[in-house]
Nanobody, 126 residues
Framework: QVQLVESGGGLVQAGGSLRLSCAAS???????????MGWFRQAPGKEREFVAT????????YYADSVKGRFAISRDNAKNTVYLEMNSLKPEDTANYYC????????????????WGRGTQVTVSS
């Protein structure tokens, strides 16, 4: 069992930056460093969409085209935490941001992730 708690969301002006964190609590028998992690987002009235994913050891990352070059995913396995650094934010980045975990390789598909946090709201004003 894995519990995920996101933090770091808030209100920011367009062009600004935010850093999201996702802290994982992992049940005995599992290790955070064995899990691929993903960030997804969902805006009101829209489907949940992929943002970024990172492999278990952090050596492989993938991004949605809409955030490539502006967002960076990273992880600290010693702290059981994954991060999403968001720069040059745009109003269209406004959404609830979720982190997710899976004990397998990276994936862009939300249905591949077994564990989810409750999300943190990011609002970008124009």
């Amino acid at each position: 069992q894995v519990q995920l708690v996101e933090s770091g969301g808030g209100l920011v002006q367009a062009g600004g930056s935010l850093r999201l964190s996702c802290a994982a609590s992992v049940a005995s028998g599992r290790t955070f460093s064995s899990s691929a992690m993903g960030w997804f987002r969902q805006a009101p009235g829209k489907e949940r969409e992929f943002v970024a994913t990172i492999s278990a050891r952090g050596g492989t990352t993938y991004y949605a085209d809409s955030v490539k070059g502006r967002f960076a995913i990273s992880r600290d396995n010693a702290k059981n935490t994954v991060y999403l650094e968001m720069n040059s934010l745009k109003p269209e980045d406004t959404a609830n941001y979720y982190c997710a975990a899976r004990y397998a390789s990276t994936s862009r598909r939300s249905e591949d992730y077994a564990y989810w946090g409750r999300g943190t709201q990011v609002t970008v004003s124009s």
